[in-house]
């Protein structure tokens, strides 16, 4: 029998719910504690996966470079696994949208984008009861704010904005950038980079993006192999997109893209 999508979205928040419930009733040392929360978030992810296909693996390599530029950035144990669930999850609201909008989207009219901005909400208020997630509700209901203060879905800005958030909102949208007509990662990379310098200081935290072009000169994030889950991330189709290149130059007349591969060939 044909079933709707509308008629098995709530179903499956529901059965996210009840996951996510399990793992919260869990009492283990620290260390410990970490590591399942880790591995049974991801089986979370894959459920998400599975019902927004277009974003199939872009919450893991967001997960992935997040975890790197928070570790560059010196955050504690706790934060960097709090980054790390964040990341995970920080689309997790896309399943409370109406069904139309659970699709790729091209083009949307005036109140579908005004709907779209309230996902960050929308996945705060659905992980909120967690407490295990605490830190990264937080993270993901503040990941689409702006420097600048332009952002939504509350308009904060600058220093205002909680540290994770902002390194979320970095790799978000590197992990997101297409460039059209590029099948070349690595050229891929150094255009996404190039985006993100460019929005530096208005759209996002200048120190984030400039940790993130230092990891990149140091490091070919390409190859990454996963901090926590000991799988290499090979070359894929870029996921999920909410971010398309200009079809314009990038660099000046004459110049050359930033030094430096932008994916890690390791993960140490």
């Known amino acids: 029998m044909h079933v709707d999508r509308a008629d098995r979205i709530e179903p499956t928040v529901l059965s996210i719910q009840s996951m996510l419930t399990k793992i919260d009733r869990l009492h283990l040392p620290a260390a410990s504690r970490r590591d399942l929360e880790s591995i049974l978030v991801r089986q979370v992810v894959k459920e998400l996966d599975r019902l927004l296909p277009w974003q199939a693996g872009h919450g ?13 950035m ?18 997790v609201g896309l399943l409370m ?15 579908s984008y ?8 929308l996945g705060a208020t659905l992980l909120e009861p967690f407490s295990f997630l605490r830190e990264a509700t937080v993270m ?3 990941h689409h704010e702006r420097w600048d203060g332009s952002g939504y879905p509350y308009g904060l800005r600058g220093a205002f904005i909680p540290i994770g958030a902002r390194i979320l909102a970095v790799a978000d949208a590197f992990e997101a950038i297409q460039v ?5 990662r690595s050229l891929r990379d150094h255009v996404a980079l190039r985006i993100l310098q460019v929005a530096s200081g208005t759209q996002f935290d200048p120190v984030v993006v400039e940790t993130l072009a230092e990891r990149c000169k140091e490091t070919d994030l390409l190859h990454a192999e996963s901090l926590y889950t000991g799988t290499t991330a090979g070359v894929r189709p870029t996921p999920a997109s909410k971010w398309e290149a200009p079809p314009l ?6 110049s050359s893209p930033p030094e430096g591969p932008c994916r890690p060939d390791s993960i140490g």
């Open 114 to 121: 005004v709907a779209i901005q309230n996902h960050p909400r």
């Open 140 to 142: 993901i209901a503040y």
């Open 97 to 111: 949208l109406p069904a139309h909008l659970q699709t790729r989207q091209r083009s949307l009219d005036t109140d």
């Open 249 to 254: 130059p990038l660099y000046r007349q004459g």
């Open 180 to 184: 059209p007509h590029t099948q070349d």
């Open 74 to 91: 010196r955050l504690n144990d706790e934060v960097l696994h709090q980054l790390k669930l964040a990341a995970l999850l920080h689309d």
């Open 60 to 72: 893991e390599e967001t997960a992935v470079l997040a975890f790197r530029i928070g570790h560059a």
